[in-house]
C-alpha cells in the first residue's frame, strides 16, 4: 500500500480558510445520498464563530450550514455541497480506486491530506483529477506502508503548534520556565484555548501510543 501526505487548494470551505485568521477545520465525513445533496461533516476550531457562520453562508461550495455538536471552542458541522462541491468532490474519487482518506485537515494556507492507495497509479487518479479541475497539489510525502501494525499518530494543526511551542518555551520543563499565560501570549490565543487544545493534544497522543483502556 502506498501511504500519500500532500496539500491541495480545493474550493470546499475556501471562503472559511481564507477568511478566518487561525481557523481550523478538520475533515470527519463526506457521503451521497440516493436523490439528496451530498453531504460534509467536519469540526471548525475558531475563536470567532460568528465570522465562521459569515463565511460559510458565503462558500459557493457548500450550503445549509448546520451545528451538530459544540464542544469549548470546536463545533461539528454539516453542509450540503452545492453544484461547485459535486463537482470538485474527491470522495468518489478516491473510491473509484479504492484509496481510503485518512485525514484532512484545512488551515489558512490550504487542506492538507494524507491517504492511503492501493498502487501508484491510483495516487496518479486522484491527481490528475486535481489537475483537471483547476485545483492546485503540492506532494509532501509519498512512501510504502510495509508495516501492517503501524501505529500512525495524529493531532490537529493547532494542537500539534501547542504542544511544539509548549516545549520550546520550557513550558514543560521542570521548574517550569514559561507560566501558561506566557505560552498563551507565544500562540496569540486565549489562556483558555491554550489549556485546551494542551490538554486535547496530550489526551490524543496518549490514546493512540499507550492506549488505555
Known sequence: ?????????????????????GIEIEWEET??????????????????????????????????????????????????FTALGNETNLMPEFIEVGSVLMRAIGTNDDWRLRARFPDQSAFEHVYRFCVDHDID?????????????????????????????????????V??????????DRLGISDSATSERFRRGVKRLIKQTIRPE
Open 175 to 184: 521548574p517550569r520556565n514559561c507560566s501558561q499565560a506566557q505560552l498563551a
Open 31 to 80: 457521503y451521497e445520498r440516493p436523490d439528496r445533496p451530498t453531504q460534509m461533516l467536519f469540526w471548525v476550531d475558531s475563536e470567532d464563530f460568528d465570522a465562521v457562520e459569515e463565511a460559510l453562508a458565503d462558500d459557493p461550495a457548500v450550503t445549509n450550514p448546520t451545528v451538530l455538536a459544540e464542544v469549548d471552542d470546536r463545533r461539528f458541522y454539516v453542509v450540503d
Open 1 to 21: 500500500m502506498l501511504i500519500a501526505e500532500f496539500t491541495i487548494d480545493h474550493p470546499v470551505l475556501l471562503e472559511s480558510l481564507r477568511r478566518i485568521p
Open 137 to 173: 497539489v503540492a506532494i509532501n510525502r509519498l512512501f510504502e506502508e510495509t508495516v501492517r501494525d503501524e501505529v500512525v499518530v495524529s493531532v490537529t494543526e493547532a494542537q500539534r503548534e501547542t504542544l511544539i511551542e509548549a516545549v520550546k518555551s520550557g513550558y514543560l520543563d
